[in-house]
């Protein structure tokens, strides 16, 4: 069940958006299917009117304006896209003028996968009161109660069944209900929730493994722009390339601005020489502000301090990496140059196909249990991904769904991270290879024995989702190899190989002949042959195709908390 919270400061303005037609007329058969006493006792569960909205909203809202109780939230200020603005410490700045908003309003939504089918009235009805019980809105907590309702009208265009929930931050009484840290406590009421009615637990929830919310602004600024993807995921793939290929950190600043993208260090308080973080954002069109992303807002895993744990340390490293850092901050030309200004061979691919055979060795290694090795494990290998697709795609592609995919099952909390030993195998080496070589994805035996390198591992790290009970993830991941493998080869027509790398086939008299093939060649044989088997499973199709179409905001899910204002669930 997803649960998103909100805050705002006029409950009539809220009911009539819940019995209104909705943005997209997506709004049916609005009616209550639970609230307090003081509320169901004049209303049942008839289809709302406009006036009914009305009417519930000035009653949910009576104790407020009886003892005259304001409740205020801090004003933080936004940018021309939405986005919340942050000082140079990643925390959100306040508005100077009005630092506080009345939040008076709250409003939270509990929604079920599209898979999970719908739940009756009667069941919705359970779960709001059993919800709102655990949020401490109830004379259960020992307090006088609040004022609150819950709505069901219909699907939401995505398919979700859900309901809505609005409820006065102020109780019968004239005192504030307590809302600190209430979506945290919001999601410990869900999972409870969702195991004692049978529903599909979360389990990103309870390990903490999710990936960041997205900001509605983010969608509709590229849906605006036509653009494929988020900037975020732009980011997040070009952040994860780069610190995969480098072996150093000023080797990371210089990959970053080399990439096109604007990249900002943090230093420590009071301090010009220890960088503790940084932000990066995609170059903007002239006139217009760069929109910045903290590394940890990006994945877990692109917080520096991670990412310094694969990376060389000394103090001559720190010295060079601090030089580059304040070159970046100045936009000054980079204070040296290094292997990432070189352009490799692409022959080299061999030796990439050879670094990712010993990488796979390395993950047969891992216990199936080690939850933190394999999310470092998942995390390099999207880089290698990242890396390659970095170089040869111009839009998100095969290897960018790759790249996202496995990147999910590298999102691990800091205190659970995995600290590679120095000089642990790491698949850098390939995924430098990849980003630096030449030219458009070769048509050639290395292109295609390194790429299935890289689906061994991918199998690999399914197979460990798999011991872990994460059935779901493993056929994500599954499902991903399968269609990666059939687009690649989709793309490279036979013809495009070598003559001595094609099967030389010609029938006579009822007979087919073949070449004989190198064992290099056997294997790409071998790897159309696994390609043209039977499709995957009904349960792993419903997962949808990986690769990347422009982005349609009413197409997107989320797997985090959206922030955004006045909107589905998501009022601020």
């Known amino acids: 069940m997803i649960v998103k919270i909100g805050r705002g400061e006029k409950m009539t303005g809220l009911l009539l958006y819940l019995q209104g037609p909705g943005r997209s007329n997506e709004h049916t058969d609005q009616h209550l299917v639970a609230g307090d006493s003081a509320i169901m006792t004049w209303h049942d569960d008839n289809e709302l009117s406009h006036e009914d909205a009305i009417e519930i909203a000035r009653q949910l809202d009576q104790p407020r304006r009886v003892f005259g109780t304001e409740v205020k939230i801090p004003n933080f200020l936004r940018d021309d896209h939405g986005s919340d603005v ?16 009345d939040g008076n309003v709250w409003h939270c939504s509990l929604s079920l996968h599209a898979d999970e089918g719908q739940l009756t009235d009667d069941q919705w009805g359970v779960i709001a009161r059993e919800f709102m019980d655990e949020m401490g809105f109830t004379d259960t907590s020992g307090r006088s109660p609040a004022r609150w309702i819950a709505v069901r009208h219909g699907l939401s265009v995505r398919g979700n069944d859900h309901i809505h929930i609005a409820a006065s931050a102020v109780r019968e009484d004239g005192t504030k209900v307590d809302l600190y840290r209430d979506w945290n406590r919001a999601s410990e009421a869900v999972n409870k929730l969702e195991r004692r009615h049978g529903l599909a637990v979360i ?134 140059s290094g292997r990432e200004s070189q352009e490799l061979d692409p022959k080299l691919l061999d030796r990439a196909t050879e670094d990712i055979g010993k990488w796979n060795t390395y993950l047969r290694s891992i216990p199936l249990d080690d939850r933190a090795q394999w999310a470092r494990a998942a995390g390099r290998t999207a880089g290698v991904f990242a890396a390659w697709s970095s170089k040869i795609e111009p839009t998100p592609g095969p290897l960018a769904a790759a790249a996202r995919q496995l990147a999910r099952s590298a999102q691990l909390p ?8 120095k000089g642990a195998m790491s698949a850098g080496g390939a995924a430098l290879i990849v980003m630096q070589t030449s030219g458009h994805l070769p048509k050639s ?128």
């Open 203 to 336: 389990e990103s929830r309870n390990t903490k493994t999710g990936e960041r919310g997205y900001h509605r602004a983010e969608q509709h600024r590229a849906h605006r722009e036509g653009g494929t993807e988020l900037d975020r995921e732009l980011l997040a793939r070009r952040v994860r390339a780069c610190a995969t290929a480098s072996k150093s950190e000023a080797e990371f600043v210089r990959r970053l601005r080399g990439e096109g993208l604007i990249a900002r260090p943090r230093f420590a308080s009071g301090r010009g020489d220890v960088v503790v973080g940084y932000k990066v954002a995609i170059r903007p069109i002239p006139g217009r502000a760069p929109i910045f992303y903290g590394g940890g807002h990006l994945a877990k895993d692109l917080t520096l301090p991670r990412l310094r744990g694969e990376w060389e340390d000394s103090p001559q490293a720190s010295a060079a990496a601090v030089d580059e850092w304040n070159a970046a901050r100045r936009d000054r030309p980079t204070v040296r």
């Open 414 to 421: 800091a205190h659970r991270a995995y600290r590679a030993p």
């Open 445 to 572: 035996v290395s292109a295609m024995l390194l790429l299935r390198q890289l689906m061994k591992a991918m199998e690999a790290i399914a197979d460990a989702h798999r011991a872990s009970g994460e059935l779901h993830r493993a056929l994500d991941i599954e499902y991903l190899v399968r269609t990666e493998l059939a687009t690649i080869h989709a793309a490279q027509p036979r013809q495009s190989l070598p003559d001595s790398a094609r099967d030389e086939v010609s029938t006579e008299q009822g007979r087919t002949t073949t070449a004989t093939l190198t064992p290099e060649q056997e294997e790409v044989r071998r790897l159309v042959a696994l390609d043209n088997a039977a499709p995957p499973s009904e349960a792993a199709r419903r997962l949808g195709s990986p690769i990347p179409a422009p982005l349609d905001p009413a197409s997107r899910t989320h797997a985090g908390r959206d922030r955004a204002r006045g909107s589905d669930g998501n009022a601020r």
């Open 86 to 101: 942050r000082d140079s410490h990643g925390k959100k700045v306040r508005d100077p003028i009005d630092p506080f908003r």
